[in-house]
């Protein structure tokens, strides 16, 4: 079965670190997705992107945040400055357009020192 | 845009039957009804989704009356590997991609 995977499965960083998570998503799927979960609290959506572009966006996707599709298989999220509280599960996502079913990655534990 | 309601935890034996009951007053009618089950360290994962009355795969049942304000997710005889947070989610705006997940319900099996 097809699935999502995600590197690195944890990433270490000091605070006003720039990090790069990836991801590689289903490779039919058009829609792409960065979700995260701080620790005990809800998954939270980051960004939507489709056709080489966001498409949605959160009031958490500021700024320090950009996406990337870099070639065919890649999806990619960096965080410029990292801050302590971005300390997270960032779990990358994909989906056909439009469909409820979005398959989530096994996500990055990024923990900022 | 509909709001669900769910129990924040439940706890049950290994081989019981589970209901996990949502209530979403507000559903539009085009709206679906979604769930999905979120193990511990794990991305969360798609379970279900139906429109009305009874929907059914090898994960779990989907129980919808008729007016459509609530929702019973059904897991046959759980085991251990069962217990994990389960959400029920509300439908999404029109034209967005996002899903929104609320604090859910975390099921504990007991052995």
């Known amino acids: 079965e097809p699935e999502v995977t995600q590197t690195p499965s944890h990433q270490v960083t000091q605070m006003g670190q720039e990090v790069i998570l990836r991801c590689v998503p289903i490779?039919?799927?058009?829609?792409f997705y960065w979700y995260r979960q701080i620790l005990g609290q809800k998954v939270e959506f980051l960004v939507s992107?489709?056709?080489?572009?966001?498409?949605?966006k959160s009031e958490i996707f500021d700024d320090q945040f950009s996406v990337e599709r870099p070639d065919g298989s890649n999806f990619t999220l960096k965080i410029r400055s990292t801050k302590l509280e971005d300390s997270a599960m960032y779990f990358c996502?994909?989906?056909?357009?439009?469909?409820?079913?979005?398959?989530f990655g096994p996500g990055t534990r990024l923990t900022v020192t | 845009l509909a709001k669900t309601t769910q129990p924040i935890s439940m706890d049950s034996y290994e081989g019981q039957e589970v209901n996990i009951t949502c209530s979403h007053n507000?559903?539009?009618?085009?709206?679906?009804i979604t769930w999905y089950q979120q193990f511990p360290s794990q991305g969360p994962r798609f379970i279900i989704q139906?429109?009305?009355t009874k929907v059914t795969n090898e994960v779990a049942s989907l129980f919808i009356p008729a007016d459509r304000k609530s929702s019973t997710l059904s897991l046959p005889r759980v085991s251990l590997s069962d217990t994990a947070v389960y959400y029920c989610?509300?439908?999404?705006?029109?034209?967005?991609?996002?899903?929104?997940f609320g604090t859910g319900t975390r099921l504990t099996i007991i052995p």
């Open positions: 996502a994909s989906s056909w357009a439009g469909a409820y079913e979005q398959y």
């Open positions: 490779s039919n799927h058009l829609y």
């Open positions: 992107f489709y056709n080489n572009e966001i498409s949605e």
């Open positions: 507000n559903i539009a009618t085009n709206d679906y």
């Open positions: 139906g429109y009305k």
């Open positions: 989610l509300p439908p999404r705006d029109f034209g967005n991609e996002k899903l929104t």
